[in-house]
């Protein structure tokens, strides 16, 4: 297969970083299992840019993914690089609301996993049934399905149901996560999978639950925000991002090219 190739001349040191940052979440996100052939979208936006963001190419797999052949788009959905694969509408409206609605949304991911989609199509959503999903509710809101999202008008309904939390469970749809880096979107999308297969496990077993109660879960809730705050004792994927790149690198490298 052949490949676009964005010379590295062209481009800032800031966004080849970001470039890299991105294909390599890419092929996290296939070696954790929450790829889905070629549908679904990561995106990144350019450092020093308002309106830049980096997203994949239809036609590639997420194990195949690499720096350079990522697409540059505005949010008006111009391309501003070559491919000759082009790019998803449906993936530009969902992410194209998020960077413009957030200043702070350097990354973007959005899956369809079994846990997530297993999740987002109960009714009541993710339940605070455990310490993981305690963290993750903390961060959680919802967006109510629309159909295939190819309609532009829609992304103010998903930012307003955004709002300033990094989680968005996509009822009837899947999982999407927020960072100001590629490692937060990530990070903040293992733990949203994680909670969510986890009450699929629970739910699968049939036995009565041991409830949190209120006062707890609101007590939970709150130690999390602070421990994975920016001043918290675990700033969320600052210590994992590093980790998981070695991890890449032992079991798929390539991406950084």
Not at 19 to 36: H, I, P, Q, T
Not at 179 to 198: K, L
Request: aromatic share 8%; with cysteine; charged share 20%.
């Amino acid at each position: 297969m052949s490949e676009t190739v964005v010379p590295i001349r062209d481009m800032s040191k800031a966004e080849w970083e970001t470039r890299v940052d991105l294909a390599a979440c890419f092929r996290l996100v296939d070696l954790y299992g929450w790829s889905d052939m070629l549908a679904t979208h990561l995106s990144a936006r350019i450092p020093g840019t308002e309106d830049h963001f980096l997203i994949n190419p239809v036609g590639m797999m997420f194990d195949e993914m690499t720096a350079s052949c990522l697409v540059k788009v505005d949010v008006d959905g111009n391309l501003l690089s070559d491919s000759e694969f082009g790019i998803n509408p449906a993936g530009f409206t969902i992410h194209s609301a998020v960077h413009m609605g957030r200043e702070d949304a350097g990354c973007v991911m959005h899956t369809h996993t079994a846990a997530g989609l297993g999740v987002a199509t109960q009714q009541d959503g993710l339940l605070p049934l455990t310490q993981m999903a305690l963290a993750v509710i903390a961060q959680t809101s919802y967006h109510d399905y629309e159909g295939p999202a190819f309609d532009l008008g829609e992304r103010e309904r998903l930012i307003a149901d955004l709002g300033e939390n990094n989680v968005l469970i996509l009822r009837n749809h899947g999982l999407l996560t927020v960072g100001r880096t590629v490692a937060e979107a990530f990070v903040w999308m293992f733990r949203a999978e994680r909670a969510c297969r986890f009450q699929l496990s629970f739910q699968q077993a049939g036995a009565k639950a041991v409830e949190i109660p209120q006062a707890v879960q609101d007590i939970s809730i709150e130690r999390s925000r602070k421990a994975i705050s920016a001043t918290g004792h675990r700033p969320i994927g600052q210590f994992e991002w590093p980790a998981l790149l070695r991890k890449l690198d032992r079991e798929n490298p390539g991406y950084a090219v």
